[in-house]
């Protein structure tokens, strides 16, 4: 099964794309930082036209991203 995991660069996602993996998935990492497994896009969950790329043939989305930097909440 092809699978995206946004936020593939954290500690739950890393740990989950390894598990994918192992299971025989074919995972998608999409994250600001590359992915040490499976295929990695360098991409921006703010920005909604390169995430609908990266999502294109992916049968299921593991939604892990979040902002990490909460200085722009004053």
Request: include cysteine; proline fraction near 4%; charged fraction near 20%.
């Amino acid at each position: 099964m092809k699978l995206l995991c946004s936020g593939s660069a954290g500690f739950i996602g890393s740990s989950l794309v390894e598990r994918l993996i192992l299971e025989g998935n074919d995972v998608v990492s999409y994250d600001l930082r590359p992915s040490p497994m499976g295929e990695s896009i360098i991409g921006d969950i703010t920005d909604p036209d390169a995430f609908r790329v990266a999502v294109d043939g992916c049968e299921a989305v593991y939604h892990l991203a979040a902002a990490a930097d909460l200085n722009w909440c004053s």
